[in-house]
């Protein structure tokens, strides 16, 4: 065993379940509830120090496996299922090493065998790849975690030399041959960020729309959010399969920003890859610059306006669309080949997740970044230590320019823990999260 390299001792894991205090529109479906999945890792050095990693993330099943077949408990049955088997994988005898060539390993290893799980688990179809890797995360979140303690720095002091020194042609090919991970990454923190506050589909823009108020403290409406916590940047859900609405939901959601603060908003559009082709995203955004080209002017990007299945959907190709506004991939971006397709189909950006694993994470952020492509990151409404894993990619990784935290909306309960340790991650004050505090061992989740 190297000097640096870890080896897994132990793993276990455990399941949290929340309500939200409001539900939540995916892809048309009304989400009211969470499932955590929390990892404990144990690993040791060759020096014989032996730490405690953690990991957690939601169970997105409603966003990473939309089954037509299968019902909401049979998808998180079956989520459920795979992480016994990653358990297993994780309690063998493995080689020691250092996170990013292990969770390579881990998440190969289980994306090659998902048609044998799929059989042993005995569901009606394929784990989805997207599903899958959202079981992984908190394994290889643990893993980075418990490595970052081994040496007893911030995890992201360890992707460069001594600890890690691999040529990125290894992992994205000859085009990154001699390229260094450490040259892709922030070692320190961006120590204020924006924060992205979600308008969800059925969220009240105004206090009219508050028909059953919730009556816990928070703000029933968006204007309410807006003056709370000093919002600038707001992603709008939008439903995809209705121009007139969607134009004019960006269009009432400006008005209300407006009418609320003098302060430049930026938008991010969401349409849950529900667009039925590119003509519709640009006929939404067109009729948006005719009706209110500042409201257009404030976007910043659109995410995955269509189908997720780039390959099986090769006529919905983003060039002209990204001519107005950069096109980002969320549920396409599985690994480097579909990072490639979507840069070849005319998608110029790039959405990363926690919940796809920090080591994937990291790799494609570095051919993001060598390619040029718009960069973001985003949540799964991730609450507790997800966020800090979440909100800690979006303050190392270059480029980008806000943080997503939907959970201090949706799902409170889940910080509660989390608030007095992290106040400023958890609290916003002037639109801004405080990404300085994410600079504890591991991923920082430890105060």
Request: aromatic fraction near 8%.
């Amino acid at each position: 065993m190297s000097e640096y390299g870890v080896r897994i001792k132990d793993v276990s894991f455990e399941y949290e379940d929340f309500r939200y205090r409001t539900p939540i529109k995916f892809g048309g479906v009304a989400l009211d509830r969470v499932t955590l999945l929390n990892v404990n890792m144990t690993v040791e050095r060759a020096n014989g120090t032996v730490s405690r990693g953690f990991g957690s993330m939601p169970l997105g099943n409603v966003w990473a496996w939309p089954s037509k077949v299968m019902s909401y408990e049979q998808t998180l049955a079956a989520m459920k299922k795979l992480a016994e088997y990653i358990l297993l994988w994780g309690q063998q005898s493995i080689p020691p090493g250092h996170p990013i060539i292990l969770g390579h390993e881990l998440e190969g290893s289980i994306l090659d065998h998902l048609g044998d799980y799929g059989f042993a688990i005995d569901v009606p179809e394929r784990i989805p790849p997207l599903a899958a890797l959202v079981v992984v995360s908190p394994f290889d979140a643990a893993l980075h975690d418990a490595y970052g303690k081994a040496i007893g720095v911030n995890c992201y002091h360890t992707y460069g030399p001594p600890f890690f020194d691999d040529d990125l042609g290894d992992y994205l090919g000859a085009e990154f041959k001699g390229e260094k991970l450490v040259n892709y990454i922030r070692r320190e923190p961006q120590p204020t960020m924006p924060l992205y506050h979600l308008v969800g589909a059925l969220d009240p823009l105004t206090p009219a729309e508050v028909k059953e108020p919730v009556g816990d403290g928070l703000p029933e409406h968006l204007g309410e959010w807006i003056t709370r916590d000093g919002l600038t940047h707001l992603k709008i859900k939008l439903n995809g399969d209705d121009a007139g609405w969607d134009l004019n939901r960006v269009l009432s959601v400006d008005r209300i920003a407006a009418a609320t603060a003098e302060r430049t908003f930026r938008y991010s559009l969401d349409f849950n890859e529900r667009c039925q082709n590119v003509e519709y995203l640009l006929d939404v955004l067109n009729r948006l610059k005719e009706q209110s080209p500042a409201a257009f002017a404030r976007i910043q990007y659109v995410e995955q306006p269509t189908a997720r299945d780039l390959k099986a959907n090769p006529s919905n190709r983003m060039h002209r669309a990204a001519e107005l506004v950069p096109v980002v991939i969320d549920e396409s971006l599985l690994d480097l080949e579909t990072l490639l397709l979507a840069r070849e189909q005319g998608y110029t950006g790039v959405a990363f997740k926690a919940c796809k694993g920090q080591t994937q994470s990291l790799l494609l952020a570095a051919a993001a970044q060598k390619f040029g492509l718009f960069r973001c990151v985003q949540d799964l409404t991730c609450p507790g230590a997800s966020l800090i894993h979440s909100a800690g990619l979006a303050a190392h990784i270059p480029g980008v320019a806000a943080i997503e935290a939907n959970s201090r909306q949706y799902c409170p309960a889940a910080n509660e823990q989390w608030e007095k340790r992290f106040p400023g991650v958890f609290t916003i004050r002037n639109g801004q999260m405080n990404s300085a505090l994410l600079n504890g061992p591991g991923l920082g989740a430890v105060s």
